[in-house]
């Protein structure tokens, strides 16, 4: 495996960033908003997304396991789910929506701990093989189904430190 042709560049998903973290700004304005990243894909995302919003937000991160061998990926919490949203504004921030059943577990989670509303952004978005419907408030960039790493994005753990998102090759 290697990295292939690049899907978005650097200076594509800064411009993009830059634009959510504005279209969010102006959104919970006067609102109690906290966001949740899901580690580890959402590291690069969630540290320059929260620093284009212009609102006093707090930043939670969670970890989720799923385990392997089950289809569509079953998911369980690597995090306890403790936290108080009772009330507040919740946005997850997500690096990739693929079948949805990520986002859905955490949606589930979140609605029953008292969220007032619980929204998800995504860098990106591949809605070809969505299993569990759901709807996503912000998408960075919609993409066809390929296989894609960098800026947080990993193949077996490696390649999230890049700065684009590329195609992995074989
Ligand atoms: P979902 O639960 O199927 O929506 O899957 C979401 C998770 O699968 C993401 O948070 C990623 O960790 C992983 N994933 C899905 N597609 C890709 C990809 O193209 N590259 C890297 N990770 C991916
Ligand atoms: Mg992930």
């Known amino acids: ?11 594509r998903i800064r411009r993009r960033v830059r634009e959510l973290g504005a279209q969010i700004t102006s ?3 006067n609102q109690d908003l906290t966001l949740i990243g899901v580690l580890n894909g959402s590291v690069c995302f969630m540290a320059d ?3 284009e919003i212009s609102l006093p937000v707090e930043v939670i991160f969670i970890r989720l396991s799923s385990y392997e061998g089950t289809w569509p990926g079953e998911i369980s ?3 306890d789910f403790n ?10 921030v997500e690096d990739i929506v693929d079948t949805g059943s990520t986002v859905k577990f955490i949606e589930t989670k979140l609605s029953d701990l008292g969220a007032t509303t619980v929204e998800i952004c995504t860098l990106l978005d591949k809605p070809s093989l969505r299993v569990h419907q759901t709807r996503i408030r912000y998408i960075g960039f919609q993409i066809p189904d390929e296989f894609v790493v960098g800026y947080g994005l990993d193949y077996d753990g490696l390649y999230r430190n890049l700065r684009h998102v590329a195609i992995l090759e074989e």
């Open 83 to 92: 936290f108080d949203v009772a009330g507040r504004h919740v946005l997850i």
């Open 77 to 79: 919490a690597g995090t």
């Open 27 to 29: 959104s919970y304005l």
């Open 49 to 51: 997304l929260m620093r």
């Open 1 to 11: 495996m290697h990295i292939g042709k690049t899907l978005i560049s650097e200076r």
